[in-house]
């Protein structure tokens, strides 16, 4: 077995994006190759070598998905309490966001607890705890992924809260809310976002195909307060970066509009970057999904917003 000792340094990626640790690697590698034992033990023996670290509870928190992922509701609640503990106390000699990791775990504690209410048809409890939780973090980093579960839970079927646009990339749209009265598809990224570059090429298929039958395209972004050169770096210079990303991945994109702002991350609950939006003419959700997507789910979903009521929308993928 590994011998993980020593907490590793707060770094970032190339990408700018904080640094994965190795423990937490390890762990999410095991899972994926469905070793819950193996995940468990790693965790253990961490925690064993360098006490209850941010980065332990990180890893730990993964260990609490794994096991709803599996089925085993018991372990996985135990797990979550024990995490939302330790982080609370943790919390009682520093702030929440002091470095990312603790975040992401006491994150992932209320997460595994409101999904295993709802798996349990427990939904009214599953929001009470996430919208208590908010209350209690207000003003952290943990609201935006509270409030995406609570968006899980409640958004699609409901009107399309408006978008706030602060500022922009690239072109200004002359309507103050060019998505009013269409059908809008909302594409969250972030400048260090691997996955959301990797979507850009499905982003301009569709918009290739959709834009000319209406379908409009609104990439929201927000600043995160560094780049990959500069890990403090003022708003000037990281939308100067931003804008080369964009330029780089996401300038083909037909048609696509841009608002800067952080609060659209907080009202959609955008803590995954991507997280795609669908909304039809109406201003009604009709998907809410935090992470990537393949064309053929998306190009399906577009299909059934812009068919007129009562046809039968075309096969996805038909014409291509």
């Given amino acids: 077995?590994?011998?993980?000792?020593?907490?590793?340094?707060?770094?970032?990626?190339?990408?700018?994006?904080?640094?994965?640790?190795?423990?937490?690697?390890?762990?999410?590698s095991a899972l994926k190759m469905g070793d819950l034992a193996n995940?468990?033990?790693?965790?253990?023996?961490?925690?064993?070598?360098?006490g209850d670290t941010p980065e332990?509870?990180?890893?730990?928190?993964?260990?609490?998905?794994?096991?709803?992922?599996?089925g085993n509701s018991d372990a996985a609640q135990a797990d979550a309490t024990e995490i939302e503990?330790?982080?609370?106390?943790?919390?009682s000699t520093r702030p929440?966001?002091?470095?990312?990791?603790?975040?992401?775990?006491?994150?992932?504690?209320?997460?595994?607890?409101?999904?295993?209410?709802?798996?349990?048809?427990?939904?009214t409890e599953a929001l009470q705890l996430l919208r208590a939780a908010i209350v209690t973090w207000r003003g952290t980093s943990l609201v935006d992924r509270l409030q995406k579960n609570i968006n899980l839970l409640t958004l699609q079927g409901k009107p399309m809260p408006l978008l706030q646009q602060a500022?922009?990339?690239?072109?200004?749209?002359?309507?103050?809310?060019?998505?009013?009265?269409?059908?809008?598809?909302?594409?969250?990224?972030?400048?260090?976002?691997?996955?959301c570059k990797a979507e850009a090429p499905i982003m301009r298929a569709l918009a290739e195909e959709f834009g000319p039958r209406g379908l409009v395209i609104l990439a929201p972004t927000?600043?995160?307060?560094?780049?990959?050169?500069?890990?403090?770096?003022?708003?000037?210079v990281e939308k100067s970066f931003m804008e080369k990303v964009f330029e780089r991945y996401y300038s083909q994109i037909p048609g696509i509009l841009v608002p800067v702002d952080s609060g659209n991350f907080t009202r959609f609950g955008v803590s995954t970057t991507p997280t795609i939006v669908l909304a039809d003419r109406r201003g009604t959700v009709r998907l809410y999904h935090p992470g990537a997507m393949d064309q053929e789910s998306l190009a399906k979903a577009i299909e059934q917003v812009l068919a007129p009521a009562g046809a039968a929308p075309k096969s996805a993928g038909a014409g291509r």
């Fill in 1 to 28: 077995m590994l011998v993980l000792a020593g907490s590793p340094q707060l770094t970032r990626a190339a990408d700018g994006h904080a640094a994965t640790p190795r423990i937490v690697a390890y762990v999410i």
């Fill in 167 to 195: 500022d922009w990339i690239g072109a200004k749209p002359a309507a103050a809310h060019p998505e009013r009265g269409k059908p809008t598809l909302l594409f969250f990224w972030a400048h260090w976002c691997p996955d």
């Fill in 222 to 236: 927000r600043y995160y307060g560094y780049t990959a050169q500069e890990e403090n770096a003022t708003p000037a």
């Fill in 39 to 50: 995940a468990r033990a790693l965790v253990n023996q961490y925690r064993k070598l360098n």
């Fill in 56 to 70: 332990a509870l990180e890893a730990f928190s993964w260990l609490a998905r794994g096991e709803v992922a599996a």
């Fill in 96 to 123: 929440l966001d002091a470095e990312p990791h603790l975040p992401l775990a006491l994150g992932a504690a209320y997460e595994v607890q409101a999904d295993l209410l709802k798996k349990q048809n427990q939904r």
């Fill in 85 to 91: 503990q330790l982080a609370k106390t943790a919390l």
